[in-house]
T-cell receptor
Framework: GAGVSQSPSNKVTEKGKDVELRCDPI?????LYWYRQSLGQGLEFLIY????????KSGLPSDRFSAERTGGSVSTLTIQRTQQEDSAVYLC?????????????????FGPGTRLTVL | AQSVTQLGSHVSVSEGALVLLRCNYS??????LFWYVQYPNQGLQLLLK??????LVKGINGFEAEFKKSETSFHLTKPSAHMSDAAEYFC????????????FGTGTRLTIIP
């Protein structure tokens, strides 16, 4: 597709279960970001990938959160032993980089998000 | 550290009236600033961006913003509000060259009164 896609769009889980959230960035975008949007905390940065490596993981709230990216493309955000405070919308964004990125290289393109509800 | 402050979590304007959404920033590096819009149950869409070129930036849907270094502001305006402008608006500042992660303001929900 032309844009960033995320799956699932909605996820309801029970406290203590693990969840995986998927992000498919725009083809060719080497930078990928995860953010979380919640009522209490607003929009928060979680992690940044450049290619398959994550030079900035400073926003991950606890060691229950992890993310990986393979083939410089798809990324998965995993939350282990989910807690009710993990309930939020998880947004993924991708960005072209380098001169090849053109004038859009400073712009992050956001996906529609995954709404996670932990019961 | 970079931060943005959006004054007014809720703004209501009449259809056809001026829209003014306020954003002030703090940045230890030359700031790149962004306004995003979020419609209900949708992701974020870029309205406009300032990346150190022209200080008056025009975006989509008739919105524009002016970068004022002396006031550390990047307020969003639109001369005449439409019903379709009802949404939540976020101001953001990039972290640094290369990383480019965004720090967002708390958002302003815009309501248009018919």
């Amino acid at each position: 597709g032309a844009g960033v896609s995320q799956s699932p769009s909605n996820k309801v889980t029970e406290k203590g279960k693990d969840v995986e959230l998927r992000c498919d960035p725009i083809s060719g975008h080497t930078a990928l970001y995860w953010y979380r949007q919640s009522l209490g905390q607003g929009l928060e940065f979680l992690i940044y990938f450049q290619g398959n490596s994550a030079p900035d993981k400073s926003g991950l709230p606890s060691d229950r959160f992890s993310a990986e990216r393979t083939g410089g493309s798809v990324s998965t955000l995993t939350i282990q032993r989910t807690q009710q405070e993990d309930s939020a919308v998880y947004l993924c964004a991708s960005r072209p980089t380098g001169l090849a990125g053109g004038p859009g290289r400073n712009e992050q393109f956001f996906g529609p998000g995954t709404r996670l509800t932990v019961l | 550290a970079q931060s943005v402050t959006q004054l007014g979590s809720h703004v209501s304007v009449s259809e056809g009236a001026l829209v003014l959404l306020r954003c002030n920033y703090s940045s230890s590096v030359p700031p790149y600033l962004f306004w995003y819009v979020q419609y209900p149950n949708q992701g974020l869409q870029l309205l406009l961006k300032y990346t150190s070129a022209a200080t008056l930036v025009k975006g989509i849907n008739g919105f524009e913003a002016e970068f004022k270094k002396s006031e550390t502001s990047f307020h969003l305006t639109k001369p005449s509000a439409h019903m379709s402008d009802a949404a939540e608006y976020f101001c953001a500042v990039r972290h640094s060259f290369g990383n480019e992660k965004l720090t967002f303001g708390t958002g302003t929900r815009l309501t248009i009164i018919p």
